[in-house]
């Protein structure tokens, strides 16, 4: 699947994914001002989770699109191409 072509519809056919991401955020053993890196963080359910348990998130995706629907919160740095950094 090309996710540039399909991220506009992502959202409302990944409730299992979000349903996970949710699950994995509740889980992982991160503290609050720790800084992850996700990679492959589409448009960023699991990203949204950890940031609002305090973690601090370099989220990276092959796919611009995706990435351009990820959270538009200023903890969080949506990456797509690694060569130019985007501060959402």
């Known amino acids: 699947m090309r996710f540039d072509e399909r991220a506009d519809s992502y959202g409302a056919h990944a409730a299992p994914q979000k349903r996970f991401a949710e699950a994995l955020a509740a889980f992982a053993p991160f503290r609050r001002g720790v800084r992850v890196t996700e990679l492959g963080a589409g448009t960023g359910f699991l990203t949204a989770a950890l940031l609002a348990q305090g973690?601090?998130?370099d989220a990276t995706d092959g796919s611009p699109a995706m990435v351009e629907l990820g959270p538009p919160i200023g903890r969080c740095?949506?990456?797509s191409d690694p060569s130019r950094r985007l501060a959402r």
Do not use: Y
């Open 77 to 79: 740095i949506m990456l």
């Open 55 to 57: 973690v601090n998130v």
